[in-house]
């Protein structure tokens, strides 16, 4: 998965990003952001296997979600989850809970422009992509600058850790989700001395599964 879980010179600080497990059957397939599901059996033994993986990381903090599916996951890990509300995933709003075929019969005006420009649609009663973006950079800054010279595992979700990607590789919104972000998935960002003034990150792995 990686060679060393030393972080190289000049590395200030290396996040983990984490996927949750996979969810219960009753939210796939369906537009599930608030909705609070915990794991299945399937994603309970994915994480367990992950955190077999990540024993010898001498992972600093934990930060999560707030939803069960990423508390269930940190607990598999063996950690302590530090709950921060920014990492959720977005808000869909009124559309929470609905399968993809009802959204799609419902609001088929704001089906369509999801469909069409995912990071351009605000969902009625819930959150636009620029509202997440906002919440999640805001809070990966905090980290970043409480978490110095330190390993930070942030277990969340699939839009989450696709913002925080972009960013380090310089990608445009509009193209995260060419990204794919499995359940269980683990990223891997060093990133150096004065990364938010320029300075540079490495992504060192990108959704690895054990």
Known sequence: MIASWNRPDGVSLRLLLIRHGEPEASARGRCYG??????SA??????????????????????????????????????????????AEINFGELEGLTYDEAA???PRIYEEWMRAPTEVHFPGGESFTDMRQRVLEVVSEIREARKEQTVAIVSHGGVNRIVLAKALGIESRAIFRMEQSYAGMSVIDEYDEYELGGDCIVRVLNAQC
Request: proline share 5%; charged share 30%; hydrophobic share 40%.
């Open 105 to 107: 019969e419902r609001y």
């Open 42 to 87: 399937n994603g309970h033994a994915q994480m367990a296997r992950l955190g077999e993986a990540l024993e010898s990381a001498s992972i600093d903090a934990f930060y999560a979600s707030p939803r069960r599916r990423a508390l269930e996951s940190v607990e598999r890990l063996g950690g302590k989850p530090i709950v921060e509300p920014r990492l």
């Open 34 to 39: 608030k909705l609070d599901v915990g794991l």
